[in-house]
């Protein structure tokens, strides 16, 4: 199969009908399926991606100094500040349209592992169930000194439009300083997340690969490693992305107009049961 750009020779809407009717069909047929996600899925809730525009989050801030486990040893109120600013501005977000969709796809389906890249609660709130965070939970909080989660709740943040240092909490536990529940930049993924993503892409007959760069391994081999088993891959992204080569079928269309689409034409392709 080569990967094919949905656009040829008719109006975009008829186009993204025609998408939506035949991707609605594979989806119906495939026994399994695996629906991987990454920022450009919350990018409609108003959450920032990481790439890609002026505004997305590794243009405006350095990785280096706020996602790696040195930054926090060399400034730990600074990350901190950073990531309370992103939790509470996921805690005034709401799931969008193709959260909702994807959840009510995948109860209509029955066999849909969603495994994700963000660390944002918006597939959760939507009622879907999250087979695999991959890169973690932001409000999976831990000890960074000696691992015991954190459950005390946090305390209230302003609703800054830049973030601010702030000292982390304290750990119960040990004292020690509490972290977000995210994987940074030189640390392994979490095991049963990352053996439950795998498990999911080698098991699907079809893969929707949903508003992700395909940029940051090993999350991104997920796509080539379904179709080395099989699958159908299908990206659904309003831009190109290096995935080409592990995609099937290129939807350019962002996940709040694709997945209520699919929805509504699985809807209309599958009888109630
Ligand atoms: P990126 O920010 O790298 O990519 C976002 C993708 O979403 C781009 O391909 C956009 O074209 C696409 N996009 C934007 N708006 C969209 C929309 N409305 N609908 C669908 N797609 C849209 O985000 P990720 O690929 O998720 O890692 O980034 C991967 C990892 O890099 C993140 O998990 C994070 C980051 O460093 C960690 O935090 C460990």
Known sequence: MSQREPHHGTTVSSAQADTAAQVAQWLAQARHVCVVTGAGMSAESGIPTFRGTDDSLWSRFDPQQLATAEAWRADSELVWGWYRWRMAG???????????????????????????QNVDDLH???????????????????????GHPHDAPLAPC??????????????????????????????????????AAVQAASDCELMLVVGTSGLVHPAAGLPALARRHGARVVEINPAPTALAPSVDWAWRATAATALPALLACLEGSVPDP
Do not use: I, M, Y
């Not at 040990?174 to 095991?191: I, K, S």
């Open 124 to 146: 959760e709130r939507a009622s879907s169930t999250v087979a695999a965070h991959v890169h973690g939970n932001l409000f999976a909080l831990r000890c960074f000194d000696c």
């Open 90 to 116: 996921v805690q005034r977000a709401q799931p969008n349209a193709g959260h909702c969709a994807l959840a009510a796809l995948a109860a209509r389906h029955g066999s849909v592992a969603l495994v994700t």
């Open 158 to 195: 302003a609703p800054d439009s830049t973030p601010l240092r702030l000292a982390p909490p304290v750990c119960g536990h040990c004292g020690g300083q509490v972290r977000p529940g995210v994987v940074w930049f030189g640390e392994a993924l979490p095991a049963d997340a990352w053996h």
